[in-house]
């Protein structure tokens, strides 16, 4: 079973940065595919950025350009680096994994964690 604890959220003002992380036990990041998730206040989930196992990644349309998804096998983390913060990307910031690329490109992912708040002003 896989556990995936974040880390890394916080208060910071428009145009910070921040880099969250997300550490994998239970289960290596080299074989599963991952995604970082956000929801923000009274709004519905949407997805920020997946990378696959191969490393290809996928950003939404919002975040294109300013958030980097990446892994370290080493250490077993997943990562979001996010630049040029706005009011906009305020929410709960959630890991995601799957080891069935299908599911993880579907959305529908096995492995959740239990979240991290960004709120920037």
């Known amino acids: 079973h896989v556990q995936l604890v974040e880390s890394g959220g916080g208060s910071v003002q428009a145009g910070g940065s921040l880099r969250l992380s997300c550490a994998a036990s239970?289960?290596?990041?080299?074989?599963?595919?991952m995604a970082w998730l956000r929801q923000p206040p009274e709004k519905g989930r949407e997805v920020v950025a997946i990378?696959?196992?191969?490393?290809?990644?996928t950003y939404g349309d919002s975040v294109k350009g300013r958030f980097t998804i990446s892994k370290d096998a080493a250490k077993n983390t997943l990562y979001l680096q996010m630049n040029s913060l706005t009011p906009e990307d305020t929410a709960m910031y959630y890991c995601?994994?799957?080891?069935?690329?299908?599911?993880?490109?579907?959305?529908?992912?096995?492995?959740w964690g239990q979240g991290t708040q960004v709120t920037v002003s």
């Open positions: 995601a994994a799957d080891p069935i690329p299908s599911r993880c490109a579907a959305g529908d992912y096995r492995y």
């Open positions: 239970g289960g290596t990041t080299s074989t599963l595919c």
């Open positions: 990378i696959d196992t191969d490393g290809a990644t």
